[in-house]
């Protein structure tokens, strides 16, 4: 036994307000893959850290100073901060309904991140430099 509705399925008629155009597919596929990405660059970002304990500034200098720590924790700052951003778009995007907001909110969403992701990689560059 079926329950008639008056849903039309595709994309002309009553239904057609509740059809996805798929626009949000790659934002999402996007949005999977970093987080795939970022959870092993975490763990080693985290293990990388955690090795530092206890040890003074030169012993920290000479850990980041190889390319594996240092390369690690630069792609997961930048990597982090994309992925950051595109969440944060898609929050102002969905809340801020007003035009001229919004696009601000998203000038300064794209300023900051890029803005903290630079700072990051320059202080481990900072960090790894020879003396």
């Given at each position: 036994?079926?329950?008639?509705?008056?849903?039309?399925s595709?994309?002309s008629?009553q239904?057609a307000?509740?059809?996805?155009d798929?626009?949000?597919?790659?934002?999402?596929r996007f949005?999977?893959?970093s987080s795939?990405v970022?959870?092993?660059?975490?763990?080693?970002?985290a293990?990388?850290l955690a090795?530092?304990?206890?040890?003074?500034?030169?012993?920290?200098?000479?850990?980041?100073?190889?390319?594996?720590p240092?390369?690690?924790?630069?792609?997961f700052?930048?990597?982090?901060?994309?992925?950051?951003?595109?969440g944060?778009n898609?929050i102002?995007?969905?809340y801020?309904?007003?035009?001229a907001?919004r696009?601000?909110?998203?000038?300064?969403?794209?300023?900051?991140?890029?803005a903290?992701?630079?700072?990051?990689?320059?202080?481990?560059m900072?960090?790894?430099?020879?003396?």
């Amino acid at each position: 036994m079926s329950v008639p509705t008056h849903f039309e399925s595709g994309r002309s008629g009553q239904g057609a307000a509740y059809v996805s155009d798929h626009e949000g597919s790659a934002h999402a596929r996007f949005m999977r893959v970093s987080s795939y990405v970022l959870a092993p660059l975490g763990l080693l970002s985290a293990w990388h850290l955690a090795g530092l304990v206890g040890k003074d500034l030169d012993g920290v200098r000479a850990e980041i100073g190889h390319p594996l720590p240092a390369i690690v924790l630069i792609l997961f700052a930048v990597i982090g901060m994309i992925h950051a951003r595109q969440g944060a778009n898609e929050i102002i995007e969905d809340y801020v309904h007003d035009d001229a907001l919004r696009e601000k909110a998203l000038y300064w969403n794209r300023i900051a991140s890029i803005a903290i992701a630079c700072a990051w990689t320059f202080a481990i560059m900072l960090i790894a430099a020879p003396k």
